[in-house]
């Protein structure tokens, strides 16, 4: 059963800086795209960043310019760093593939941002 750990969220005043880590177990990475999603309270969840095997990267939405999504394929990890957080950024951060699988979605890691 493959299985996706989220970690690194927390409390942070905005304009500061987080590390997201995703680590999988299974076959999940090698041969896809992995992403990030988020979802903050009383939304729905969000595709934030996205990484292909290659290393081909793609942002989606207000994080656009603020994030950098990267992974390491022989640790099975997918990172995101997060900078200048905004209030606005407080949601749960998830990892997944692209399209997300169903049964494959973790706890996720939340990240308060405080104004």
Known sequence: ?????ESGGGLVQAGGSL???CAASG????PNTMAWYRQAPGKQREL?????????TNYAGSAKGRVTISRDNAKN???LQMNSLKPEDTAVYYCNTVPPRRSSWGQGTQ???SS
Do not use: E, W
């Open 48 to 56: 934030v960043a996205a990484i292909t095997s290659a290393g081909d």
């Open 111 to 113: 990240v308060t941002v």
């Open 1 to 5: 059963q493959v299985q996706l750990v």
């Open 19 to 21: 590390r997201l880590s």
């Open 27 to 30: 076959s999940i990475f090698s």
């Open 77 to 79: 990890t997918v990172y």
